[in-house]
């Protein structure tokens, strides 16, 4: 950024060092020299002790920057965005962090810079250094009204991270992206079938007429009866059914454990028992490291018997709520359901998803709350859970 001897007089230098102020708009600057040139940064306000503490941050970052300069060449100053990124993503491929990171992330984040790219389509090519706080932000508004809460939210991550990228090489000295605002996710309300009417969507689809609609319709109560997730239960074999112990052994997608990285024990809770047993006198002369299920997906099925039946449309993971649902409702307290489902908050998760049970079950339970009423005796017969 140079200026002329006309324009010179507009700048004010202040007491502190590197900080100068524009007398016509009266906002701050940043100006350092490196190899000779001017380095300058607008600050973006008329307030002089918050120019100071922006101040202090930019030179933090751009000292950390400017000693690691021999490992930094002056093409990086003209790094642009779309190379960045795809510096960023061979990072996560090569990265230590890949080590622990499976094949299904990383392809998740090519989808988030894919999406990133259609909503912003002249940034790949611009240089880093060409990119302004205020574009960042104009993108944010648009972008959040095209796409899901969570999307969004990773998008201003994946935003972070390539600029971060252009920090550590010496193209930018601050992050472009550090004010982007974060949305909240809310909380998606459960609508699951009820006990009747998943028994009906099991046998509707094992009754569909095709060539694996029996094989489709054990999948679907599977999931429902372990409630495994269904890239896991696709890789569960006839050794992992511990029918003594009562228990199925989840070793996950291809030997790389599930999405916790670890082996875990799920209860074989009767209904469970009764589908494994079943299947395995059908295939006794499988060996034992043949997979239980004959299908890794069946949300076409899924969708066709709910329309058939008239239920609202549900997808695999659902099954997995209905699981965890059906046990919460069935007595099982939640931390319990909580390890069932291999997760690794103590809970938190769970009463957070399953904190709200199905409307009748509430309504049933509210009638049993008395406020110094006269209890009335509980009639009718106990009903065992299809589950």
Not at 72 to 101: P, S, W, Y
Not at 231 to 255: C, H, K, P
Not at 376 to 382: A, F, Q, S, T, V
């Amino acid at each position: 950024m140079r200026h002329s001897k006309e324009t010179q007089n507009v700048w004010e230098t202040t007491r502190t060092q590197f900080l100068l102020r524009h007398r016509l708009s009266g906002r701050y600057y940043v100006r350092v020299y490196r190899d000779g040139k001017q380095v300058w940064k607008a600050l973006k306000t008329k307030h002089r002790g918050l120019a100071e503490a922006h101040l202090q941050k930019f030179l933090s970052q751009y000292r950390q920057t400017t000693a690691s300069a021999t490992v930094k060449t002056a093409d990086n100053r003209q790094l642009t965005f779309g190379e960045a990124v795809a510096a960023h993503l061979q990072n996560i491929v090569d990265g230590v962090a890949a080590r622990r990171m499976k094949a299904s992330t990383q392809r998740y984040w090519e989808q988030i810079f894919t999406a990133t790219r259609k909503s912003w389509p002249e940034l790949w090519d611009r240089e880093l250094r060409r990119v302004a706080e205020n574009e960042c932000d104009s993108w944010a508004r648009r972008f959040v009204r095209k796409t899901s809460p969570q999307r969004f939210n990773n998008a201003i991550a994946g935003l972070r991270h390539v600029f971060a990228l252009g920090i550590d090489k010496g193209a930018i000295y601050l992050n472009p992206a550090d004010k982007l605002t974060r949305v909240p996710i809310r909380q998606r309300q459960l609508e699951l079938p009820t006990q009747t009417q998943f028994l009906a969507l099991v046998e509707t689809i094992a009754n569909a007429g095709g060539g694996c609609s029996r094989d489709c319709a054990d999948f679907v109560e599977g999931l429902a009866t372990t409630g495994v997730r269904k890239s896991e239960a696709a890789e569960i074999e006839w050794r992992d059914l511990d029918f003594q112990n009562g228990e199925v052994v989840v070793r996950g997608v291809d030997g790389t454990a599930t999405k916790n990285w670890q082996v875990h024990r799920v209860p074989m809770i009767p209904r469970a028992r009764q589908l494994f047993e079943r299947m395995q006198a059908e295939r006794a002369d499988e060996p034992l490291t043949e997979k239980v299920f004959r299908v890794r997906e069946a949300q076409r099925s899924i969708e066709h018997a709910c329309k058939k039946l008239g239920i609202k449309r549900i997808t695999h993971h659902d099954l997995r709520h209905l699981f965890a649902t059906t046990c919460i409702e069935s007595g099982v307290d939640v931390p319990t359901v909580s390890r069932w489902l291999n997760h690794k908050d103590g809970g938190a998760l769970a009463m957070k998803t399953y904190g709200h049970l199905r409307r009748e079950h509430s309504i049933a339970q509210a009638k049993r709350v008395t406020f110094g009423e006269p209890e009335p005796e509980l009639g009718g017969k106990i009903v065992e859970l299809a589950l």
